[in-house]
């Protein structure tokens, strides 16, 4: 998958953001949006992209399954969303971008970076930074867009009462997601981490540069919004 600004962060480095200065919730922008609507629309299931089945047959930790089909959305406070902003900001300034080529030697390696890593590592950290801090794994959701080049690009959704909001290492700002210039393809299901859901319906094929190579058919999240 080709990433805008990339990067990663060691387990001694989420250990010294525990002692950062928490932001203001303001920090969190634009929370109502004149736009709607604020959360993702789900249109059945996605192939998973190869390089996250790869990553959960190797933690399955990060992928266990921890919701239902009745569970609510979160309900984040001013201090959770606050949370949105300082994690966004405090990874997308300490890491270090750099390919999976360049760090592996090979394409596609989604993994919790040590020292660099690319937009799905990067995701990867914001969650598991996020879920160490309280958020429930079904409120933050790996999710594949098309970037402005229309290339392929991995951001983190909080999926929130609020709405959709958006953790981007090409962008300091957390935002709702339909204030981002992004086509959204697919994401997690906040019912089973391991399954996906595509975000579009004109995208019954997505390539193999986005998509992965495994499905589910027996899943289909339904859209409880």
């Avoid at 004149?34 to 399955?60: E, L």
């Avoid at 959305?73 to 971008?97: C, G, H, M, W």
């Amino acid at each position: 998958m080709k990433c805008g600004r990339v990067s990663v962060v060691t387990a001694l480095s989420a250990i010294a953001f525990a002692g950062a200065t928490p932001a203001l919730a303001q920090g969190v922008k634009n929370i109502s949006s004149k736009r709607s609507p604020a959360y993702m629309r789900i249109f059945g299931n996605a192939p998973p992209p190869y390089g996250f089945v790869r990553f959960c047959d190797g933690h399955p930790d990060e992928c266990a399954q921890a919701g239902s089909p009745n569970d609510v959305r979160f309900e984040a406070t001013p201090d959770r969303l606050s949370e949105l902003d300082q994690v966004n900001r405090y990874v997308n300034k300490i890491v270090e971008p750099a390919t999976d080529m360049e760090i592996y030697g090979v394409n596609e390696l989604w993994t919790l970076p040590s020292k660099r890593g690319d937009c799905e590592d990067y995701a990867l950290l914001k969650r598991r930074m996020l879920m160490d801090r309280g958020w429930p794994a079904g409120a933050l959701l790996m999710t594949v867009v098309r970037d402005e080049k229309n290339e392929g690009h991995a951001i983190l959704t909080a999926r929130t009462t609020q709405g959709d909001f958006v953790l981007d290492n090409k962008n300091e700002e957390v935002k709702l997601w339909t204030q981002t210039p992004y086509h959204y393809v697919m994401r997690q299901s906040y019912i089973n981490p391991r399954v996906w859901v595509s975000l579009d319906p004109s995208d019954a094929a997505p390539s193999s540069a986005v998509a992965g190579v495994q499905a589910n058919p027996e899943f289909v999240e339904k859209d409880h919004d």
